[in-house]
């Protein structure tokens, strides 16, 4: 019977066709994408959103020795904050290395037209309250917080991961409806075989188990190389871009998610199984 059922099996597999090629790469879509997503999430939260790490606060100032006397007073309240003066020249430099295609532009400027610069280092749980004590500061123009940036980028956040998720159960949902609608026709197709095994003697199970092993294999493929796929997104470090970092759990998670979509799926085809008379 071991025999049978891998003949069986490798028969089914070789019949899904492109039918079957559609629904692995369904769930190898739908898997890479739900990993990316959570590790990029995970990612942005530990190093961009994390609440103990750095925040910056750029403070506006009218003159150079305004913002070292700021500098200072700052110190001296907040030991743990760490300020940069940036003159007006280095203001505008640093203004011609982000935009490098209007620099010419910007070293025409008079440098009496940029502003004067504090840019403080101080801990994400403190500066709520020392933004607040700089903006009272006399001379002080502005005084803004990385906050700013980081409560749209956290709503951002939130939304290209419900919205990725919604698509990666789309897709699965679909991966599922190609896998019911291979087990169907291959049962149609090879109806009359199934009522010859019956009639030697074979069980309910035997007939329908190759149609599960079917379906959860093409699915389970697809998940596999998905998994696989984000295992070497691991490495991305090594070319410049942030590391992607899954727990072993959430991998398993995904791997799991393409046989059980492939087994519900092949389930609901095989209600096209005709019934033992």
């Not at 913002?67 to 200072?72: G, K, Q, S, T, Y």
């Not at 007073?73 to 209007?102: C, D, H, K, N, Y």
């Not at 803004?144 to 956040?157: D, I």
């Not at 699965?172 to 109806?191: D, E, N, P, T, Y």
């Amino acid at each position: 019977m071991n025999r049978h059922l891998f003949r069986e099996i490798a028969r089914q597999l070789r019949e899904s066709g492109g039918s079957g090629l559609v629904a692995l790469l369904m769930v190898l879509v739908a898997t890479v994408l739900a990993g990316t997503l959570l590790g990029v999430r995970a990612w942005i939260l530990a190093e961009v959103l994390s609440p103990d790490g750095p925040a910056t606060i750029t403070v506006s100032l009218t003159s150079t020795a305004a913002a070292a006397a700021l500098n200072d007073e700052l110190r001296t309240r907040f030991p743990s904050a760490s300020g940069t003066v940036m003159p007006p020249a280095a203001v505008r430099g640093e203004l011609a290395s982000w935009f490098p295609q209007i620099a010419g532009a910007l070293a025409a400027v008079s440098e009496d037209s940029y502003p004067t610069l504090l840019v403080v280092q101080v801990g994400r749980r403190d500066e709520e309250s020392i933004t607040a004590w700089l903006a009272q500061r006399s001379g002080v123009g502005l005084a803004a917080g990385s906050r700013f940036w980081r409560e749209p980028l956290q709503r951002v956040l939130t939304g290209a991961l419900a919205g990725g998720l919604t698509l990666t159960v789309t897709l699965l949902i679909g991966c599922g409806i190609v896998v019911l609608l291979v087990v169907r026709l291959m049962v149609l197709a090879h109806s009359d075989e199934i009522q010859i095994m019956r009639l030697i003697g074979a069980r309910e199970r035997d007939i329908r188990l190759p149609y599960l092993v079917s379906g959860a294999m093409l699915a389970g493929l697809g998940s596999g190389i998905g998994v696989l796929v984000l295992v070497l997104l691991t490495r991305a470090s090594a070319l410049g871009l942030p590391s992607i970092h899954l727990p072993a759990d959430t991998l398993l998670v995904l791997t799991g998610t393409g046989p059980l979509v492939g087994i519900a799926g092949a389930l609901l085809g095989l209600a096209a199984l005709p019934r033992e008379p």
